[in-house]
């Protein structure tokens, strides 16, 4: 027998470490306890059961990125195919009640499915005091419990400047874990940083009519593919998101309640309603004592492992808190589910980090899998890789005519949004142009890329792409008539056309 109380204790209740702990009741083992304790922000926003994706991430975010696509759609595209709609503005709590509700019904199915499985909630912070003790305090007395294995799957939290660095953003700032239970409007917003998570956020409050500013120091989403970065952008910019090149030094509020910045770079001083950072994120160890008991950690806190395997070799660790992980849900998932196969079934499967596909919500999407054109080329030469695109409009956005913002437009016939889609595929000419990065700028591009995926997966080729019919009209048969390199000199933006297809 087991000199354990536990088989497996798992501290985050996220969707790594609910999958984990599900998973290893169905692999075979006895008793596994899950620990969830959520540190309210420093504005007093906390949340249920599920983790920063389902309470303040991917779940809330695209809820509110449907919502907003709604906005362009009613006020735009409707009148031009006949539909005549009094639209009046939108309602922000209607929204976040909404959202809210949704939110609020799957926390209480994970408490559910964990009591369905079996496995032992426990809504208190979890201490690791040795390889197999974790200690938490309950009743304002200090519990321990001993476990075989210890799996960390704590996540991440946002992260904001300090007091030194730029007065008043820890006092005065949100960030994406208070935005989506926000009680009012945000009104006139300032969101710092170029993430996915700064630009999707940035996006959603633009179509749904709140004037947004970008404060950005350099690029747009770095380590994504550079032209796909600069092509989300530029589709923002045109409809209605303004962009600034410098950042916030000083925060400070007024007496009408409102919050003044000061920038860098010589930027006038400016007034917002809301100030939102989204400046990456740091994992949520500091609290775990993992130092103490032998954990290696990196330089940001997150915990370096080979396998999953940290330093300890009964502590796991899965998700954002993984250094050099991937911070995205699915994977968080898909690794614990793995690993504690291995732990109870005798399983010998790796999590492959490698041709993972993501998708980032901004108004116009960004799906992307594999490799970027920069690190293509870096890897095998300039000479040795192929680029293939096209750029187009959507059938449907070109058809209503829809308009840039009056912001974007360079003269008076400057009216219509540029071409919202780019397909892109990067291939290595050595390997008969196998595929090596999949890119898609455009509508619904999350939906499109994770099929393509599963072809990059398998080592498709160009020629691949080439032998497929394409269903018509759709966005993504594009992906199955690219002829134009960016190697030729030619232009591969449409003039006119019928999407993604070619009519003829």
């Known amino acids: 027998m087991s000199s354990?109380?536990?088989?497996?204790?798992v501290i985050g209740g996220g969707s790594g470490g609910m999958a984990a702990a599900k998973e290893a009741m169905l692999c075979g083992a006895k008793k596994v306890a899950l620990f969830d304790f959520v540190k309210p922000t420093v504005h007093g926003t906390k949340w249920g059961l599920g983790g920063t994706?389902?309470?303040v991430g991917c779940i809330p975010k695209k809820l509110m990125h449907y919502a907003a696509s709604m906005g362009p759609a009613l006020h735009g595209d409707a009148p031009h195919f006949g539909w005549n709609i009094e639209v009046k503005g939108h309602d922000w709590n209607a929204m976040i009640d909404a959202v809210q509700q949704y939110v609020k019904k799957l926390n209480f199915s994970y408490r559910v499915g964990l009591r369905s499985k079996k496995v032992e909630y426990i809504n208190a912070l979890g201490r690791v005091e040795d390889p197999h003790t974790v200690s938490y305090v309950k009743n304002g007395e200090t519990q321990k419990l001993s476990t075989k294995y210890i799996l960390i799957a704590v996540g991440g939290r946002p992260n904001v400047p300090s007091?030194?660095?730029?007065?008043?953003?820890?006092?005065y700032a949100i960030t994406s874990d208070d935005l989506f239970s926000l009680k009012t409007s945000p009104g006139k917003t300032l969101v710092v940083g170029a993430s996915y998570i700064a630009l999707e956020c940035a996006g959603f409050l633009t179509e749904l009519g709140y004037p947004t500013t970008v404060a950005v120091r350099s690029i747009l989403l770095r380590g994504f593919d550079r032209q796909c970065a600069e092509k989300v952008g530029q589709m923002m910019q045109e409809m209605g998101t303004r962009f600034v090149r410098?950042?916030?030094t000083r925060i400070t509020k007024t007496t009408s309640g409102k919050f003044q910045v000061e920038f860098s770079d010589g930027l006038p001083t400016e007034e917002f309603d809301?100030?939102?950072y989204a400046t990456?994120?740091?994992?949520?160890?500091?609290?775990?004592?993992?130092?103490?008991?032998?954990?290696k950690l990196d330089d940001k806190g997150k915990i370096i492992a080979t396998c999953e395997q940290s330093s300890v070799p009964s502590l796991f660790v899965v998700g954002d808190a993984l250094s050099g992980g991937l911070e995205l849900t699915p994977v968080a998932i898909k690794a614990g589910e793995l690993l504690v196969r291995r732990l109870f079934a005798?399983?010998?499967v790796q999590m492959d980090y490698h041709l993972v596909p993501t998708a980032v919500f901004t108004p116009f999407e960004y799906g992307a899998c594999g490799m970027s054109e920069e690190a293509a080329i870096e890897k095998y030469g300039q000479a040795n890789v192929e680029v293939y695109l096209f750029e187009f409009p959507t059938l449907e956005i070109a058809a209503a005519h829809r308009a840039k913002v009056l912001s974007a437009r360079v003269n008076e016939a400057d009216v219509e949004l540029s071409p919202n889609s780019l397909t892109k595929l990067v291939c290595l000419k050595s390997e008969n142009e196998r595929v090596l990065g999949f890119h898609f700028v455009g509508m619904n591009a999350g939906e499109i890329t994770q099929g393509y995926s599963l072809a990059l997966k398998l080592g498709c080729k160009k020629s691949d792409f080439d032998s497929v019919v394409g269903i018509h009209p759709t966005d993504a048969e594009s992906f199955h008539s690219l002829a134009i390199t960016r190697s030729s000199g030619e232009s591969w933006v449409a003039a006119g056309g019928c999407g993604g297809g070619k009519c003829g």
């Open 346 to 348: 005798g399983s010998t």
């Open 163 to 171: 007091e030194e660095e730029v007065p008043g953003a820890q006092q």
């Open 53 to 55: 994706c389902v309470n």
């Open 280 to 295: 990456g994120r740091l994992p949520d160890t500091q609290l775990l004592n993992l130092e103490a008991v032998g954990v």
């Open 4 to 9: 354990y109380d536990y088989d497996l204790v």
């Open 274 to 276: 809301t100030i939102l």
């Open 246 to 248: 410098a950042l916030p």
